[in-house]
């Protein structure tokens, strides 16, 4: 296994990924860098923008663009944290609510096509290596698994 590098791999099927969400999100005036926040928010709405951050591993300017292009769309609006006001909660919208099944087929399509053809067994072998891949890049780059990362994969 000399020759094998996760890093060329995982690289190709990022920018892969990126193109192909890209190109679904445009109707939406969304792309592939605000996706992220939406699904994050479709789990937990309302989060402060500053778990936001910690749980998706960007720093609070990456998180700030993204949640400003997301309120310029209408989907997201922020308010004040009542109980730190120097924080914002981050809401998704109505509008953001109606996009969710939307959202949702275009990461099911991404699915199918990446998992197409593999058998029961692979999809298992699959889902367990994965997360002891994420497993191992948490603990080898010292981040804490606040977000439960292992459970995203």
């Given at each position: 296994?000399?020759?094998f590098?996760?890093?060329?791999?995982?690289?190709?099927?990022?920018?892969?990924?990126?193109?192909?969400?890209?190109?679904?999100?445009?109707?939406?005036?969304?792309?592939?860098?605000?996706?992220?926040?939406?699904?994050?928010?479709?789990?937990?709405?309302?989060?402060?923008?500053?778990?936001?951050?910690?749980?998706?591993?960007?720093?609070?300017?990456?998180?700030?663009?993204?949640?400003?292009?997301?309120?310029?769309?209408?989907?997201?609006?922020?308010?004040?944290?009542?109980?730190?006001?120097?924080?914002?909660?981050?809401?998704?919208?109505?509008?953001?609510?109606?996009i969710?099944?939307?959202?949702?087929?275009?990461?099911?399509?991404?699915?199918?096509?990446?998992?197409?053809?593999?058998t029961?067994?692979?999809?298992?072998?699959?889902?367990?290596?994965?997360?002891?891949?994420?497993?191992?890049?948490?603990?080898?780059?010292?981040?804490?698994?606040?977000?439960g990362?292992?459970?995203?994969?």
């Amino acid at each position: 296994m000399d020759n094998f590098w996760f890093g060329r791999l995982s690289s190709y099927v990022m920018r892969a990924k990126a193109a192909y969400y890209s190109e679904r999100l445009e109707p939406y005036r969304i792309n592939y860098g605000q996706y992220p926040f939406l699904r994050a928010l479709y789990r937990e709405d309302g989060v402060n923008q500053e778990t936001l951050a910690k749980k998706l591993l960007f720093n609070k300017a990456t998180i700030a663009r993204a949640i400003d292009k997301l309120e310029r769309a209408g989907y997201v609006l922020r308010a004040r944290d009542k109980s730190d006001g120097r924080a914002n909660r981050v809401f998704l919208t109505e509008r953001g609510w109606e996009i969710k099944p939307a959202m949702d087929q275009i990461s099911d399509d991404w699915n199918r096509i990446v998992t197409s053809g593999f058998t029961g067994i692979e999809m298992i072998l699959l889902e367990e290596l994965s997360k002891k891949i994420v497993s191992n890049i948490m603990s080898g780059t010292g981040q804490e698994d606040i977000a439960g990362l292992s459970e995203l994969v």
